[in-house]
């Protein structure tokens, strides 16, 4: 049985990686949540999720044995879409970077509300994408992240369609790319551009349980650092400058200078992720390549931080340049190669307030989040968006051996279409 609960009591720190104080709800948004789910199309909307719960996992299964690489994603995509043309969507496309756009045309239509996960995986092309089932549980890369949410959507407007609900405002589902890595919301970003299509609220799925409400757009700039040098043989060249030598160099400079600017203030984080170059030991490497990551929920502190890797760099250049006996200078190129917006919106935006009333109806404690999702782009230009779980158990995200258990999973997806219905309105 589904209950309202008003749990204005501390989170435990052994269910968050930080303590904070349970979100107020404010009583309007409650009763709001509490009529809504009364609607009588609404609760078969719910039972209809239910049954679908076999089909569900069906096409969870489909779409994550179609690979999804880093800049990869158009077979997922173009099935994805026969999906939205199969389910009567209005009108559906796919845009010029690769994010597959389904529109459900409201009764007013004054507004778009846009639902969404991610197409795109962590993992290369020619991964082994098959779905291994072990008691119960769904063992591949990617079946957590971000696929579920994707046959999530799939449900949802199914739902919708077979109990003839009519939203008010438009909604507009979308399959993103570019979420993970060096994709670097290249999806999300193109959607809000100057000119891209008008969204005036976003919700996105991805990972986590029911609970989770990121109103926080955890920020980030990343890096790729280059030196390049002549190369040559370890005895017969010695003397050349040696870019590894560099790459060594720099990555002390900048730890040392890193770890005492983020002892203290908000938040911030650096880690070299990816060091590469060389050929043979024996060989004076012609280039060496480090890919570093920095995070903060600062945003004047991710340029700190880029100040201190370009003085670390400079330094570490001059130096090797200095020391060499022989033949020319080594040169270095520091390539920005992810800039992911902070911004943080307040928990009593409507579309949070509305988030936090429709977690409570399934018993569960919703508790705020910082993270770095598609949110990050609209919650960065102040537009209400919210990421929410999408629910079941998983684990190992990431990972080859990533893994997700369909424990209640059909709660998250009536969580997602509350909160949608929620937010457009029904006639």
């Known amino acids: 049985m589904h209950r309202f609960s008003l749990l204005l009591l501390l989170l435990s720190c052994n269910q968050l990686s930080f303590c904070q104080e349970a979100p107020v709800i404010e009583k309007q948004y409650i009763k709001?949540?509490?009529k809504l789910v009364k609607n009588k199309k609404v609760q078969k909307a719910f039972e209809h999720i239910q049954r679908m719960d076999p089909i569900t996992m069906e096409r969870h299964i489909e779409l994550t044995e179609i690979e999804a690489p880093p800049f990869k994603e158009e077979k997922r995509g173009l099935v994805f879409a026969d999906y939205f043309r199969t389910l009567k969507l209005d009108t559906v496309w796919i845009d010029e970077v690769g994010n597959v756009l389904g529109m459900l045309k409201g009764s007013e239509g004054k507004k778009t509300v846009a639902l969404d996960a991610h197409l795109d995986t962590v993992f290369p092309e020619g991964t082994d994408v098959k779905v291994r089932i072990k008691n119960d549980t769904l063992f591949a890369p990617g079946i957590g992240d971000d696929t579920r949410a994707l046959s999530m959507l799939l449900t949802i407007i199914e739902s919708i369609k077979a109990t003839n609900i009519q939203p008010k405002d438009n909604i507009l589902f979308v399959?993103?790319?570019?979420?993970?890595?060096?994709?670097?919301?290249?999806?999300?970003?193109?959607?809000?551009?100057?000119?891209?299509?008008h969204i005036d609220s976003w919700i996105a799925i991805d990972g986590g349980e029911i609970g989770r409400v990121n109103?926080?757009?955890?920020?980030?700039?990343?890096?790729?650092?280059?030196?390049?040098?002549?190369?040559?043989?370890?005895?017969?060249?010695?003397?050349?400058?040696?870019?590894?030598?560099?790459?060594?160099?720099?990555?002390?400079?900048?730890?040392?200078?890193?770890d005492a600017y983020t002892a203290q203030g908000p938040k911030t984080s650096y880690n070299v992720g990816v060091v590469s170059g060389g050929t043979s030991i024996n060989?004076?490497?012609?280039?060496?390549?480090?890919?570093?990551?920095?995070?903060?929920?600062?945003?004047?502190?991710?340029d700190a931080m880029e100040a201190l890797l370009e003085k670390a760099v400079n330094a570490a250049l001059i130096h090797q340049n200095e020391v060499k006996r022989?033949?020319?200078?080594?040169?270095?190129?520091?390539?920005?190669?992810?800039?992911?917006p902070s911004g943080e919106l307040s928990d009593?935006?409507?579309?949070?307030?509305?988030?936090?009333?429709?977690?409570?109806?399934?018993?569960t404690q919703p508790y705020l989040t910082r993270g770095s999702t598609d949110s990050n782009i609209p919650i960065s230009k102040g537009i209400p968006a919210v990421t929410i779980?999408?629910?079941?158990?998983?684990?190992?995200?990431?990972?080859?051996?990533?893994?997700?258990?369909?424990?209640?999973?059909?709660?998250?997806?009536?969580?997602?279409?509350?909160?949608?219905?929620?937010?457009?309105?029904?006639?």
């Open 389 to 427: 779980g999408r629910g079941g158990k998983g684990g190992k995200a990431h990972s080859l051996d990533e893994w997700w258990l369909n424990k209640e999973g059909h709660k998250a997806i009536q969580l997602a279409l509350l909160i949608l219905l929620s937010e457009s309105g029904i006639k």
């Open 215 to 258: 109103n926080k757009g955890l920020g980030s700039y990343r890096y790729r650092v280059t030196f390049k040098g002549p190369g040559g043989h370890s005895w017969g060249a010695f003397g050349l400058a040696n870019p590894h030598h560099a790459l060594g160099e720099a990555i002390s400079n900048f730890v040392t200078a890193a």
């Open 283 to 302: 060989s004076i490497p012609f280039e060496s390549i480090m890919e570093i990551d920095i995070r903060s929920i600062e945003p004047s502190r991710l």
């Open 326 to 340: 022989q033949g020319p200078d080594l040169t270095v190129f520091v390539d920005k190669i992810g800039n992911r």
């Open 175 to 197: 399959g993103t790319v570019g979420e993970e890595g060096l994709g670097d919301l290249r999806g999300v970003k193109h959607l809000f551009r100057e000119n891209g299509p």
């Open 32 to 34: 709001a949540t509490q």
């Open 348 to 363: 009593g935006l409507p579309l949070i307030q509305r988030t936090l009333a429709a977690t409570t109806y399934f018993g």
